[in-house]
């Protein structure tokens, strides 16, 4: 075995258990430390079958990226933890933005059509609809990548996104006789919301607060949601949790927070540190208006942690199904090369509440279906209502 395949295997090794800075944790996470980790132990298993491939195999090696993406994957799942995962750099990246609320782009959606081909909408007053791009151009390159039907919609739109104020370069065919155009344009700040309202159309006496994830921004938007809701028609509210998968642990929290007047939130522990309380300082500003919680199977983790607080203090009903189970939490280490491994490192409970682990919260509203059906009144609103008005 030469001294670079030699190198590249101990590279591998370090790049598994060795980690730099901490990137923004995510499920039910998302803290912030730098933590460093030995090698354990030499691997002579994992060398000798190395070597063995490199020496015999038929086929040639894979790209080292590709073989460590792989070793670690392999790790993993010898690891026998359902939460602790590993995420390339483009995925890690684009979800530690949704995470964070924004991001530096270029203000397009991406669609793809029936032949894969990607394809541009300008979202008005971003950078592209400025310099000219116009719905349907065809994307066809930006900067070094070139696009084809392969080409991942997360290689796109990590390709598009970039720190705000850099320059990126685009190509794109324009239809309808396929005009080759490029535009160099200035990526600027685009907000990613967590959250989206409206009038229940019903009752417009119902607002539902729909959190599609628990991010950074999160309880902000929440109570500008709220205020927008009661300055319109809404009196009561449902914070549709459905299909929330969590996010950011401390966000969760603090979105508890905004409806509680005081107590314990959740309460955490790390290994061989000791039990951390989060609590109600002072009454949450939203504290005081009649609300009810959806929920379903698909809740999960800091969803969880709003659900659960609420539902303990008996401050609101959850509506819908059983959900997730998920009381663990990940800390996210950014690797050298931007890819991340997300390591369980934490459990949580709700005080008052029994275990959560795969068994979830029992809605105190329970339904056999929590989801809406094609052409049939949403069951989930329908039972809010009932709740609020009947």
């Excluded at 994992?46 to 063995?52: G, M, N, T, V």
């Excluded at 991001?103 to 909408?121: E, K, P, S, W, Y």
């Excluded at 344009?185 to 607060?209: C, F, M, N, Q």
Aim: aromatic share 6%; no cysteine.
């Amino acid at each position: 075995m030469n001294s670079s395949r030699r190198n590249a295997l101990y590279n591998f090794l370090s790049i598994i258990l060795m980690v730099l800075t901490v990137g923004l944790a995510f499920v039910a996470g998302f803290l912030y430390r730098d933590r460093f980790g030995p090698v354990s132990g030499d691997l002579p298993i994992l060398r000798q079958a190395y070597e063995l491939l490199e020496q015999h195999g038929y086929n040639p090696m894979p790209n080292p990226p590709v073989l460590e993406y792989g070793m670690i994957r392999g790790m993993i799942q010898a690891y026998k933890d359902p939460f602790t995962s590993f995420a390339e750099p483009v995925q890690h990246e684009l979800l530690s933005q949704s995470l964070e609320g924004k991001f530096g782009g270029i203000g397009v959606t991406l669609q793809r059509d029936a032949q894969n081909v990607a394809f541009v909408v300008p979202i008005p007053g971003g950078p592209a609809a400025k310099a000219g791009v116009q719905e349907g151009d065809l994307l066809v390159q930006i900067d070094d990548l070139v696009i084809t039907g392969e080409t991942t919609t997360d290689q796109i739109i990590g390709a598009a996104r970039g720190a705000v104020g850099s320059k990126v370069h685009i190509w794109i065919n324009r239809p309808p006789d396929n005009k080759r155009l490029d535009f160099i344009l200035t990526r600027e700040e685009i907000a990613l919301p967590s959250v989206t309202s409206y009038i229940e159309p019903s009752d417009k006496r119902l607002g539902i607060i729909q959190v599609h994830i628990i991010a950074a921004t999160t309880p902000n938007e929440i109570q500008k949601a709220v205020s927008d809701l009661q300055n319109r028609t809404a009196t009561h509210f449902a914070l549709d949790l459905r299909n929330n998968g969590g996010g950011l642990l401390e966000s969760g929290v603090d979105t508890a927070r905004l409806f509680l007047t005081s107590g314990s939130v959740i309460q955490q522990q790390y290994k061989g540190e000791e039990v951390k309380t989060f609590t109600v300082d002072k009454p949450g500003p939203l504290a005081e208006i009649p609300l009810v919680i959806l929920v379903n199977q698909n809740t999960a983790s800091a969803a969880e942690i709003i659900s659960g607080a609420l539902q303990a203090q008996h401050r609101a009903q959850l509506i819908g199904t059983h959900t997730f189970g998920k009381d663990t939490i990940q800390l996210v280490f950014e690797l050298k090369d931007k890819s991340s491994l997300n390591v369980t490192a934490a459990h949580w409970w709700v005080p008052g509440i029994p275990k959560l682990g795969g068994v979830g919260l029992q809605p105190d509203v329970p339904l056999e279906n929590a989801d809406p059906q094609p052409d049939q009144p949403d069951p989930s609103i329908v039972a809010a209502i009932g709740v609020f008005f009947k």
